[in-house]
């Protein structure tokens, strides 16, 4: 089951995201997260996965999975954004993550959007795979 309760993210002055109530997800509902662009959709997630504070509670089970469904990514949307929510861990607080993205000369490519997805499939998408194998 997923669970948030009164959800708030913040950035600076900003509010990104305000869900103002309880929203309960069974274990077994599948969700789609649809709106309009600024509507709070990429924080939301963000929250999910533990990469930006947020005030309220999140209570969720220890695994979870998100699937962007279109395969035709917006230039907003970075290989660091996904490759973060992927592994569920920020980038400018995970050493190991650093230390291997550094090893592998892969810091430029980060930041290109995913509009290029040759650089994900030969870049990025191995080294999701060496930061999951890699001993803590």
């Known amino acids: 089951m997923l669970k948030?309760?009164?959800v708030k993210v913040n950035y600076g002055n900003v509010t990104a995201l305000a869900l103002n109530s309880e929203l309960v997800i069974d274990t077994n509902d599948t969700v789609g997260v649809i709106g309009s662009n600024g509507s709070g959709k990429s924080t939301l997630i963000k929250a999910l996965t533990n990469q930006v504070s947020f005030q309220g509670t999140?209570?969720?089970?220890?695994?979870?999975?998100v699937h962007l469904q279109e395969n035709s990514y917006p230039n907003?949307?970075?290989c660091l954004t996904i490759m973060e929510g992927l592994?569920?861990?920020?980038?400018?607080?995970?050493?190991k993550l650093k230390e291997l993205v550094h090893f592998l000369i892969l810091k430029k490519i980060l930041v290109r959007?995913?509009?290029n997805s040759r650089a994900v499939k030969n870049n990025v998408w191995p080294l999701l795979w060496c930061y999951i194998k890699m001993p803590n």
């Open 76 to 78: 907003t949307v970075n």
């Open 87 to 95: 592994l569920q861990t920020s980038y400018k607080k995970d050493e």
């Open 4 to 6: 948030l309760n009164r």
């Open 113 to 115: 959007n995913l509009r």
């Open 58 to 65: 999140i209570e969720k089970p220890a695994k979870i999975a």
